[in-house]
């Protein structure tokens, strides 16, 4: 069982930028893929990005290619969201998701654990 504690959220300016971390807890977190979703009111949850267990291979939506990044750190258990240059359309809630049951890591149902969300606003 892994329990997940997103942190980091707040009211950014657009073209801002924002750090996001996701505390585990269980032993096995080390083993497992790490990923980072949003939704946004009225929308469906989508995926943002995806790290390996070790930190080696990471895969991100292409809306968010080259000003999110995502890491991780396997000593304090916990997975990074480096949110940069952020649009007022990209405030959501964003969640943290551990453990890929299959593929494609896309899917929100191909992921077993889940956080609560952390809030994550952008003014004009």
């Known amino acids: 069982q892994v329990q997940l504690l997103e942190s980091g959220g707040g009211l950014v300016q657009a073209g801002g930028s924002l750090r996001l971390s996701c505390a585990a807890s269980?032993?096995?977190?080390?083993?497992?893929?790490m990923g980072w979703f949003r939704q946004a009111p009225g929308k469906e949850r989508e995926f943002v990005a995806r790290?390996?267990?070790?930190?080696?291979?990471?895969y991100y939506a292409d809306s968010v290619k080259g000003r999110f990044t995502i890491s991780r750190d396997n000593a304090r258990m916990t997975v990074y969201l480096q949110l940069n240059s952020l649009k007022p359309e990209e405030a959501a809630v964003y969640y943290c998701?551990?453990?890929?049951?299959?593929?494609?890591?896309?899917?929100?149902?191909?992921?077993?654990?889940w956080g609560q969300g952390t809030q994550v606003t952008v003014s004009l």
């Open positions: 998701a551990a453990r890929v049951l299959r593929t494609p890591v896309t899917v929100t149902t191909n992921w077993e654990y």
């Open positions: 269980g032993r096995t977190f080390s083993s497992y893929n």
């Open positions: 790290i390996s267990w070790n930190g080696g291979s990471t």
